[in-house]
């Protein structure tokens, strides 16, 4: 029998060859044996078959015997998928020198950025390629390599063709990321980020990994577009939606200016048509795009609690009702305040109006002179928009569209503008909700003036740091790359290059946090996790901010620096909720004193410096558990538009009795004060999730109450945003986790 080489060649078919490379593949590997991956492949063997054919039933054997109880075939599989892939793309087993593949890649394939061979000379690329450790390529997973291959590697998307390697990946990367440094620095700037890549220290977002040494000069995870109340804001912020979506950013609107249904325009000449026809038009624009294959488009909606249209916009998600009153393909996030918290306790009405009537009540939403004008407002009598009802009504809407399509947000906007980093307006935020920008409505689109947040983002694997020391380094690794991407990239329109290159806002965010607290041996309900995450984050935000002002010494503060509360002296201590101390009963352990002199000496090359973000698709890669989330299960199964993946915790064998199931939780209090810890550090917010198993409650149901009660402790210990409420009811498990591949780094922030 002749098989067909990849080449094109037929040649006897050898099974000795086929022998030679399973058992190269389980070669060092414990629990796994070649017999098994033979058996189970039970190949069928017919003439003319390719090389490729058979290789592909060896991966899929591989892969299809992970299990908990043989979790390293999930290795096997790997290695066998790089070997696929190195003969795609390399023509056999060794590598090709790195200045000729970089060659091959801009000239002949066209897929990388000419602007790399301009960058560096053959000799710094011979010195480069001398450091590149290929063997790490055996540290992936099969749910990591098998990503790197459907998502993240350069291909032709259309033929399936692939263009690199991981690690080739890894430090082309690395050196875009240095390009604009110089002589023997970039060189060991340049080594330090190929091994904290390579070595799975950085999580790589989804748009550096994706873009980074490509044409596409797009590299933020997340945008957030302010809309006012005209229509050729709405227009053109429809229009910068459409271009955001294509760049693969996950998209932040605010809609809480337009004014409701029926409002006179031109004296009355015209009837407003209201918010929901507009948010069509978004969800339209948002989902037409499918950012370049990699992730779909998506969308979440800001507006406050009081607008006269919220109890409509908290409704349009839900499956129920007819297509003129749904607007599903969005998400939404409602803004309280302790206003309307202290309502609902008290059982008390509250007052909506229309933002165009109460423009001032709108700037004031999230400051503390908000409560005194609200009540102003609700004394006029004047207004013709404005509807009283009890607080308790729109509490209860709100919990039962949380908990029926698990992606209604919120944020607690005073929380947002009196103790994040800025000291300029917050009135939204981002997709994954855990980006607080101050925005301006764009009016044109070339519109110079307005602000359209713009957020690049990345995390620390904090299972991966062996020391302070280590953390110090990676923390100035992350925040060079970042910045550097800053002035690197391209941007869409002119409002959010003038936002980023101003205010130069970074989000580092931490990733593999359950595995983290399992090597301790802490779980999340335990009294000892929030002094663990507290103890964490103080190192990380400390270092954050020591390398940000180490860079601001070097190149300059950012030109909007003194719009910042770091520019007035604050720090995350001065202003965090105090009831955490409650629960957080450790000393500080930095010398934060020392750090706001030096602040004040140098200020900081970054607006802020921190946000925690989903990570979902870039922790697979990693084999890292999602950012701060307890895991559901021991195993999952990831799935992407291209197959469905079997994903293992990390170090399952060691860890697994300590790891928390989230659905074994009884209750989300644990998980609130851990959240409310990290966030006391961090200067913008936290996508946090909660999770909730039916079969803990009475007759299978959940109670509203139970709900409240977390969304309140949540505000008394200072979260900022809320993100998915994820429910198990013992038959599926529901969320946004449908559509996780699509949000912000996952899909869109779920870096």
Not at 537 to 555: I, P, R
Not at 695 to 706: F, I, Q, R, V
């Amino acid at each position: 029998m002749n098989i067909v080489k990849r080449n094109g060649e037929s040649v006897p078919y050898n099974v000795e060859k086929i022998h030679r490379v399973i058992e190269w593949a389980v070669e060092g590997i414990k629990g796994v044996t070649a017999s098994d991956i033979e058996i189970n492949a039970d190949l069928q063997k017919k003439e003319g078959m390719t090389t490729v054919e058979i290789h592909d039933v060896l991966v899929d054997s591989a892969a299809n015997l992970i299990s908990l109880s043989s979790p390293n075939y999930q290795y096997v599989a790997a290695r066998l998928l790089s070997y696929h892939l190195r003969k795609e793309v390399w023509g056999g087993k060794n590598p090709p020198k790195l200045v000729d593949f970089i060659n091959e890649n801009v000239h002949e394939n066209d897929v990388y950025d000419e602007d790399i061979l301009m960058m560096y000379d053959k000799t710094e690329i011979n010195k480069l390629d001398e450091y590149i450790d290929h063997s790490r390529d055996e540290n992936f997973t099969y749910a990591g390599m098998r990503q790197l291959c459907d998502k993240y590697l350069i291909q032709d998307r259309s033929t399936g063709r692939l263009y690199e390697t991981p690690q080739f990946a890894y430090m082309i990367i690395a050196m875009v990321c240095f390009g604009q440094y110089a002589g023997d620095e970039r060189i060991a700037y340049i080594k330090k980020a190929y091994d904290y890549f390579s070595k799975f220290k950085i999580n790589i977002p989804t748009p550096l990994m994706a873009g980074v040494r490509t044409k596409i000069r797009q590299y933020a995870s997340c945008c957030l577009i302010d809309i006012d109340d005209t229509l050729p804001s709405i227009f053109s912020s429809s229009a910068a939606a459409g271009f955001a979506t294509g760049s693969r950013y996950g998209i932040g609107l605010n809609i809480g200016r337009v004014r409701p249904i029926n409002s006179p325009i031109r004296n009355g000449e015209v009837l407003h048509t209201g918010v929901i026809p507009f948010l069509k038009l978004m969800e339209s624009t948002v989902k037409s795009c499918h950012q370049n294959g990699i992730r779909g488009g998506s969308a979440t909606v800001n507006f406050p609690f009081w607008h006269y249209e919220a109890e409509d916009m908290l409704v349009l998600k839900n499956n129920s009702g007819t297509d003129d009153n749904r607007v599903r393909k969005l998400d939404y996030c409602i803004q309280f305040s302790e206003l309307f918290y202290k309502r609902f306790l008290r059982n008390e009405d509250i007052t909506l109006f229309s933002p165009n009537e109460a423009k001032d009540l709108y700037d004031a939403f999230g400051h503390e002179n908000f409560d005194e004008l609200y009540e102003q407002y609700e004394r006029k009598t004047s207004l013709k928009f404005k509807k009283t009802i009890p607080a308790r009504s729109l509490m209860s809407l709100f919990v039962k569209e949380r908990v029926e399509t698990g992606r209604i947000y919120f944020m607690n906007i005073d929380h947002c503008n009196q103790r994040s980093a800025w000291d300029t307006d917050i009135k939204m935020t981002n997709l994954c909700v855990e980006v607080l920008h101050p925005t301006k409505p764009l009016q044109d689109t070339s519109d110079t003036d307005a602000e359209i947040g713009i957020c690049i983002l990345s995390a620390i694997n904090v299972l991966e740091i062996q020391s302070d020391a280590e953390m110090e380094k990676v923390c100035d690794i992350i925040i060079r790359i970042l910045d550097q991407l800053i002035d690197y990239q391209d941007y869409f329109l002119p409002a959010a290059e003038n936002f980023t290159k101003n205010r130069r806002s970074l989000g580092i965010g931490i990733t593999n946090f359950a595995a983290y607290l399992a090597k301790k041996g802490v779980g999340y309900e335990d009294a000892e996790a929030p002094n663990v995450a507290d103890e964490l984050m103080e190192k990380v935000q400390y270092s954050l901010l020591s390398a940000s002002c180490k860079l601001a010494e070097e190149q300059g503060a950012c030109p909007k620096f003194n719009e910042t509360k770091y520019s007035k002296g604050w720090l995350p201590i001065d202003t965090y909720k105090k009831e955490i101390d409650e629960y957080v009963t450790r000393e500080n352990s930095m010398d934060w004193e020392a750090l706001r002199a030096r602040i004040k000496e140098f200020g900081l090359r970054h607006s802020t410096v921190s946000a925690i973000m989903p990570c979902e698709s870039s922790s697979v890669i990693q084999c890292s558990t999602n950012g701060i989330e307890p895991v559901r299960s021991f195993i999952t199964y990831k799935k992407s538009k291209a197959r469905t993946l079997p994903v293992i915790v990390p170090n399952y064998s060691s860890y697994k009795s300590k790891y928390t199931l989230a659905y074994d939780m009884k209750s989300n209090e644990g998980l609130i004060k851990i959240v409310g810890a990290l966030q006391k550090w961090v200067d913008m917010s936290i996508s946090a999730n909660v999770y909730y198993n039916y079969a803990h409650y009475e007759g299978g149901a959940l109670p509203d109450s139970k709900v409240i009660k977390e969304l309140l402790l949540a505000y008394k210990l200072g979260w900022r945003t809320g993100y998915y409420l994820n429910t198990d009811d013992g038959d599926k498990q529901s969320s946004g986790e449908d559509a996780v591949d699509d949000g912000c780094e996952s899909g869109a922030c779920a870096i």
